[in-house]
């Protein structure tokens, strides 16, 4: 917003030639008008900046965050289905005993999660099978293997939790779990960071003796060759339609886990366009205002033979050339923030990586391009409807 003053003439004059070339006449003037005063031309155009930097920068972080999403879910994720409860009391044990017997289903994983303190910080436990484990997820031992991981005496540790703990194969874990009581299994293996599992693997024979109600979180499905499309209307059919249970493919859980990100999207679009709408409000008064200053010119020019279509041209085009510039600096702001921001975000988010969208902000600019015409009908008709011999001796 300092720097607006200084940036509007380069960018009035880069625009004043365009508007020569296709008005003539009216495309200078109208470049002379919003050159006259700079400070007035950028605090017109700083409603419409601080709008659009608002709407761009969050528009690129939320696409950003999007396609992190999907890449998250696409890295991690191989099984065909995820069959979770819509509820918060989890799934029966014996849904996952049910699908892995169906026709269809290769394999069926059940996850149990449960909290414990280690060292006096909290982390996060999953039980499941290690041997079926890589067919519905891209897990990865980088010491040990995953297999020794059994009984009550050996777990697994992903490669951040045992870097943050100073962990590795052969080391004891203390494990203090909510019910109060503890444990001190054996790390047997290391497996690289998955965000499907969370920082410890465990059996479920070490797991469920510190559950309340033994449930399944998910249970995550890998179907046989040529039967995936035809898998979930059966699995709803074996479940017997139970409405709370859901059973999603890899694109459905990228939808609904990008969902709230678009939710909220748009709900700042639309607190946002309020900044839209004072923004049209201050190109008018500044417009209004010109028109009244320059009421003897405006005369001296219809004098001189400037037609009224020309007069609202000159008008209308000093608006557009207000409001693009006030668009291109809040696309630009806006852009830059959202690629700082992502750097902030790459050491908890390392799936983020930046996304501008080219065609919202195309729209981005046609709105600014809209806004500039708008705000213009009406300063312009009051112009070309000065009378010519009152304008002139206009004080």
Same mark, same amino acid.
């Given at each position: ?73 696409? *890295? ?42 280690? *060292? ?6 999953? !039980? ?27 777990? !697994?540790?992903?490669?951040?939790? !045992? ?22 299994? @054996? ?108 009421? @003897? ?99």
């Amino acid at each position: 917003m300092v720097l607006a003053p200084l940036l509007s003439r380069p960018f009035v004059n880069l625009c004043g030639r365009l508007a020569v070339r296709l008005a003539g006449v009216s495309g200078k003037l109208a470049r002379e008008n919003a050159l006259r005063n700079p400070r007035r031309t950028a605090a017109t155009a700083s409603a419409l900046m601080i709008g659009l930097t608002l709407i761009t920068g969050l528009t690129v972080a939320a696409v950003s965050a999007d396609r992190g999403v999907a890449r998250m879910g696409q *890295q991690d994720l191989t099984a065909d289905y995820k069959v979770t409860s819509a509820g918060l009391s989890g799934l029966s044990p014996e849904i996952a005993r049910t699908l892995s017997g169906q026709p269809g289903v290769a394999t069926a994983v059940a996850l149990r999660t449960t909290g414990f303190q280690s *060292q006096e910080r909290p982390a996060l436990a999953t !039980a499941a099978d290690p041997r079926a484990l890589p067919s519905v997820t891209d897990v990865r031992a980088v010491d040990g293997s995953l297999t020794d991981v059994r009984g009550t005496t050996a777990v !697994a540790v992903s490669d951040t939790y !045992a870097r943050e703990h100073g962990l590795k194969v052969g080391a004891t874990l203390p494990m203090a779990f909510y019910d109060g009581k503890q444990a001190g299994p @054996r790390v047997v293996a290391v497996y690289a960071e998955n965000d499907v599992l969370s920082d410890v693997l465990t059996s479920t024979a070490l797991l469920d003796p510190h559950l309340d109600k033994v449930r399944d979180e998910a249970v995550l499905l890998k179907a046989a060759p040529g039967r995936a499309d035809s898998l979930p209307e059966k699995i709803k059919e074996t479940l017997g339609g139970n409405p709370l249970i859901k059973v999603q493919s890899q694109d459905d859980l990228r939808r609904s886990e990008a969902g709230d990100i678009d939710d909220v999207l748009y709900l700042m679009y639309g607190l946002l366009g309020m900044a839209v709408v004072i923004a049209v409000i201050g190109v008018v008064n500044t417009l209004a205002m010109s028109v009244f200053e320059r009421t @003897r010119e405006i005369g001296m020019l219809r004098a001189i033979g400037l037609a009224r279509r020309e007069v609202k041209r000159m008008v209308r085009l000093e608006s557009v050339m207000i409001a693009m510039f006030g668009a291109v600096l809040g696309v630009g702001v806006g852009v830059f923030l959202a690629w700082s921001g992502g750097h902030l975000l790459r050491s908890s988010f390392p799936q983020y990586t930046m996304v501008v969208p080219w065609a919202r902000i195309g729209l981005f600019l046609l709105l600014a391009l809209a806004v500039g015409v708008l705000a213009a009908v009406w300063p312009a008709r009051r112009a070309a409807k000065l009378d010519v011999l009152e304008s002139i001796g206009a004080q």
